[in-house]
């Protein structure tokens, strides 16, 4: 009964679980970023959600209008996925909103792909989200990266090979126009 009394712990408890965070470098914050993402940028469809992305170039990286430098702070430049959530007012008062934001964050915290692609993204869900089976949006947001893994490296791809085949024909000894 010792630990019965108030203001003591029981003998056997479990240190207190550090939360799982999604990391500011992780998300997307700037109106201007959503703005281009949903301009310039392509989009995947799915039954729950539409999902824009823009692949993100060191230029745009390193350009931020007002954006301080992470190299001047002693780090690199972000790579990797930013995602941002848009939930209008037409899907909802503000606790449906918020708790399909918090089930996409989820979601995306639990399949972020650890590719070396880096992009823009912005996921826009619908009003089915929040009937839907956690393990069913989980599955739609997996199969979205997927697809924009597929898109932006053949995209990538193409670009490098262009690239290569425009510094070896520049390299290439030209003829000899003397007579």
Avoid: C
Wanted: net charge positive; no cysteine.
């Amino acid at each position: 009964m010792a630990n019965a009394t108030l203001g003591t712990r029981p003998e056997i408890t479990m240190p207190p679980k550090k939360a799982a965070r999604f990391p500011r470098t992780a998300r997307l914050l700037r109106h201007a970023d959503f703005e281009r993402v949903y301009k310039q940028g392509r989009r995947h469809f799915s039954a729950s959600m539409t999902v824009f992305y823009w692949p993100r170039t060191e230029i745009d990286v390193e350009t931020r209008a007002g954006a301080p430098s992470t190299a001047a702070q002693g780090g690199s430049a972000p790579h990797g996925l930013r995602i941002g959530f848009t939930v209008g007012r037409s899907l909802g008062g503000a606790v449906q909103r918020n708790r399909m934001k918090r089930r996409l964050r989820e979601a995306v915290r639990l399949t972020l792909p650890s590719s070396g692609i880096s992009a823009d993204v912005v996921i826009n869900p619908k009003k089915s989200l929040l009937t839907n089976d956690f393990a069913a949006i989980v599955n739609e947001v997996r199969g979205a990266f997927v697809v924009m893994e597929q898109k932006l490296l053949t995209r990538s791809e193409k670009i490098r090979l262009e690239a290569a085949s425009g510094n070896a024909e520049s390299r290439s000894p030209k003829p000899d126009s003397r007579p």
